[in-house]
């Protein structure tokens, strides 16, 4: 079935110049690139974005960290690719995310409270009517 999912590049994968290979992996295994844009996250919007995640113990370091720099967001179109997206960018925590994952190829913890883990994906089609609704008009 054909969907839609919105992903970021966070402020680690921008800075770190992996935002092309980021794309390359999407684009590699099929998925569109219907929007694209490079934005300073504003506060409304990272608050809308993780609402469910607000309260928990990483929520304000999560927040700072996306603000802490540019980030890239994209939609991606294609069969399945809310699943498939995540499955490309493997678990949450870099260091144990699975060898040809986007985090596990790519992402370290750094040791800091917040998993600085390149990328975020949407979890479910509610998710990315949502989440692309917030960081597209
Ligand atoms: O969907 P996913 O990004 O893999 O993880 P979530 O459980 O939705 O958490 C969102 C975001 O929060 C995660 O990408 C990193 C951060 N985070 C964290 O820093 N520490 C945790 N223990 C859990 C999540
Ligand atoms: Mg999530």
Do not use: C
């Not at 925590?93 to 040791?111: H, K, M, Q, S, V």
């Amino acid at each position: 079935m054909t969907e839609r999912t919105l992903i970021l590049i966070k402020p680690d994968g921008v800075a770190r110049g992996l935002t092309g290979e980021i794309l390359r992996r999407a684009e590699a295994k099929g998925y569109r690139i219907t929007r694209l844009t490079q934005v300073e996250a504003r506060a409304e919007q990272l608050a809308a974005h993780y609402a469910e995640h607000e309260g928990k113990p990483f929520y304000q370091p999560l927040v700072d960290f996306m603000s802490s720099g540019p980030l890239v967001a994209a939609v991606l179109e294609g069969d399945r690719v809310i699943e498939g997206f995540r499955s490309l960018a493997g678990a949450t925590e870099p260091t144990t995310a699975a060898p040809g994952t986007i985090r596990g190829d790519l992402g370290r913890d750094w040791g800091e409270k917040v998993q600085k883990n390149l990328v975020h994906g949407s979890d479910s089609p509610e998710s990315a009517a949502r989440e692309i609704s917030i960081w597209f008009d």
